[in-house]
């Protein structure tokens, strides 16, 4: 059942990152707000909705360590895996607004994650902040952007369809993506129990993965399409709204407690994997496929350390 369960989840969510990154596109052209933005907002929010919905109830049902190893490894998933993947796909030319604003702010939710769990705990005032942060970036981001009237791009120029019919791509991406999620991390966590694994362990592997399958479907399908500004943002996006929405509004719902061992070890993956893009994005101009190679070596080199 676990196996069936996987294949067919995996083939929704295939179908609702296509829909996703088709809505998305048409509503960055309708709106004038740069493919970029919308990768760091809608989209990024969008396929972090299974890391939230998972680490809600891992809290509620009194699994910490799955609600902490699923943002810990979705976030180091996103940037080795999902992005090693894409690149090696499609070459990735990150812009100017990726370097110099999206990955300091990547940075900073690291950073305030680690800070904040430094005690063992994660407060509700701490999600309130975490959240709060998140709120304000994303109100300027989306202001800025509208600001600057982006000109669009001559293949976003050919995308026809009204804001309504972009809006119901992307709920239809959603729904996709939810729900193949869903059968994906239900499968993978049955076979993942036959080997009597812990639930950090299953949290930062099997649910990981599971929920980064959005980001890795949407991304790659961007990539391939050539809307590569949607999937860079949705990747940093993502972690970022993984730390600050995820944890935020857990916390928030109930303080989630941090183990020892994800401090001392996954944490560092995190802030080490972060601090990693800067060479990734800055040295060259593209993020090429020796990137997306060195991003899956590190993606290997964590998993066989955590089994």
């Not at 990152?17 to 809608?42: C, D, H, R």
């Not at 894409?86 to 604003?101: A, G, H, N, S, W």
């Amino acid at each position: 059942m676990g196996v069936f369960l996987l294949i067919v989840g995996l083939i929704v969510l295939v179908v609702g990152g296509e829909l996703l990154v088709k809505g998305a596109v048409t509503i960055a052209k309708n709106f004038k707000i740069s493919p970029l933005v919308i990768g760091m907002t809608i989209v990024s929010f969008g396929t972090s909705a299974p890391e939230l919905l998972v680490s809600l109830q891992a809290a509620l049902d009194g699994a910490p360590g799955i609600s902490i190893g699923n943002v810990v490894g979705s976030n180091i998933a996103n940037l080795t895996l999902v992005l090693g993947i894409t690149v090696l796909i499609f070459p990735i030319i990150p812009e100017r607004q990726t370097k110099i604003v999206d990955w300091p702010m990547m940075l900073l939710a690291s950073a305030l994650f680690y800070l904040f769990s430094l005690d063992n705990i994660i407060q509700g005032w701490e999600g309130l902040v975490l959240f709060t942060i998140l709120s304000v970036f994303t109100f300027i981001l989306i202001r800025n952007s509208r600001r600057e009237n982006n000109k669009i791009d001559p293949e976003i120029d050919e995308i026809k369809g009204s804001s309504v019919i972009g809006l119901l791509l992307i709920l239809g991406g959603l729904i996709g993506l939810y729900l193949g999620s869903e059968w994906f991390v239900e499968g993978a966590i049955d076979i993942a129990k036959m080997f009597n694994l812990s639930d950090t362990t299953i949290g930062v592997t099997v649910v990981a993965f599971g929920t980064s399958a959005p980001e890795l479907v949407a991304s790659t399908v961007a990539a391939y399409r050539k809307q590569t500004d949607i999937s860079v943002g949705n990747l940093i996006g993502s972690n970022i709204f993984n730390i600050m929405a995820v944890l935020g509004i857990t916390s928030m719902v109930k303080p989630i407690e941090v183990s020892e061992k994800v401090l001392s070890f996954d944490m560092y993956w995190v802030i080490g994997i972060a601090v990693l893009m800067l060479p990734i994005l800055f040295i060259g101009k593209k993020i090429g496929r020796l990137k997306g190679v060195i991003l899956l070596a590190a993606y290997i080199a964590y998993i066989y350390m955590v089994l």
